[in-house]
């Protein structure tokens, strides 16, 4: 069976640094989307990255454009998500997630990910 297991985050001043991981097992995903979403306090869950092989594409979120990256070891099945000039507004759980469908697009929709980890919590602080 699937599991995405997240780790990596904790709590980091404002304009720090964190890298999140995501290791996948019970399955590859090279060929498939695979994304991250947060969390906030009271908030609904919301896209934040996602990237797939397919139209060689990546996505990210206006707010974190220019702060954040994401990026896979397919060797290792790994998803990273660097998230560099953080801000409080960045406080949230992060989830990684994975489509089940090979060789489609990458997308902001959580509909789209079958497949996600429990999630690990970033606190950042001003």
């Known amino acids: 069976q699937v599991q995405l297991v997240e780790s990596g985050g904790g709590l980091v001043q404002a304009g720090g640094s964190a890298r999140l991981s995501c290791a996948a097992s019970g399955g590859t995903f090279s060929d498939n989307p695979m994304g991250w979403f947060r969390q906030a306090p009271g908030k609904e869950r919301e896209f934040v990255a996602a990237?797939?092989?397919?139209?060689?594409?990546?996505v990210y979120r206006n707010s974190v454009k220019g702060r954040f990256t994401i990026s896979r070891d397919n060797a290792k099945n790994m998803l990273y998500l660097q998230m560099n000039n953080l801000k409080s507004e960045d406080t949230a759980v992060y989830y990684c997630?994975?489509?089940?469908?090979?060789?489609?697009?990458?997308?902001?929709?959580?509909?789209?990910?079958?497949?996600w980890g429990q999630g690990t919590q970033v606190t950042v602080s001003s």
């Open positions: 997630a994975a489509s089940q469908l090979s060789w489609a697009l990458a997308t902001t929709r959580m509909n789209d990910y079958h497949y």
């Open positions: 990237d797939s092989r397919m139209g060689n594409r990546t």
